[in-house]
């Protein structure tokens, strides 16, 4: 059997059998993990979707529903996929505006993984017959590989189907 070159003996959220910490209080960044990126030189983008997105509206308090999309290119962390679950699950008893909630997913994304790129899409399930969909996004600009960065991200932008096996 091999072993994986991965640094995770710092996660919790993988814990060796404890039980899942839900915090359903309020989202933060304190509940995103992150693992050193093996190729921290090699500009590839991550893409990890959350389909069963729910919160509140602010005004009304009935539920939103929809899909979160984060994309990113990795510097030197890699966002650990269950904290990325957990985190999303905080939204739950959350109450805020869509355009909020994608602005905040990001500035928590930037704060905890500080990539060369990252994109959040709230694509939000239609109510009174509207679709809302969010897209925020953030360059690391002061990267000696920002031009390379910014051409990856153009066609990947492009790609059609790439959430599809």
């Given at each position: 059997?091999s072993?994986?070159?991965?640094?995770?003996?710092?996660?919790?959220?993988?814990?060796?059998?404890?039980?899942?910490?839900?915090?359903?209080?309020?989202?933060?960044?304190?509940?995103?993990?992150?693992?050193?990126?093996?190729?921290?030189?090699?500009p590839?983008?991550?893409?990890?979707?959350?389909?069963?997105?729910?919160?509140?509206?602010?005004?009304?308090?009935?539920?939103?529903?929809?899909?979160?999309?984060?994309?990113?290119?990795?510097?030197?962390?890699?966002?650990?996929?269950?904290?990325?679950?957990?985190?999303?699950?905080?939204?739950?008893?959350?109450?805020?505006?869509?355009?909020t909630?994608?602005?905040?997913?990001?500035?928590?994304?930037?704060?905890?993984?500080?990539?060369?790129?990252?994109?959040?899409?709230?694509?939000?399930?239609?109510?009174?017959?509207?679709?809302l969909?969010?897209?925020?996004?953030?360059?690391?600009t002061?990267s000696?590989?920002?031009?390379?960065?910014?051409?990856?991200?153009s066609?990947?932008?492009?790609?059609?189907?790439?959430?599809?096996?």
């Open positions: 059997m072993k994986s070159q991965d640094k995770t003996s710092h996660l919790q959220t993988l814990g060796e059998g404890g039980q899942t910490k839900y915090q359903m209080d309020s989202p933060n960044p304190g509940i995103l993990e992150a693992f050193p990126n093996n190729y921290p030189g090699r590839y983008v991550v893409s990890i979707s959350f389909p069963e997105y729910t919160s509140l509206c602010p005004m009304t308090g009935q539920p939103d529903f929809g899909t979160i999309v984060m994309e990113y290119i990795p510097d030197q962390k890699i966002v650990e996929s269950k904290s990325f679950k957990l985190y999303m699950f905080a939204y739950r008893n959350h109450q805020s505006f869509m355009e909630l994608t602005n905040k997913m990001l500035d928590d994304f930037v704060e905890v993984l500080d990539p060369l790129w990252c994109r959040v899409k709230g694509l939000f399930a239609p109510r009174g017959a509207t679709d969909h969010v897209f925020a996004e953030h360059y690391k002061d000696p590989q920002a031009e390379q960065v910014k051409e990856l991200v066609d990947w932008k492009q790609e059609v189907g790439k959430h599809t096996a």
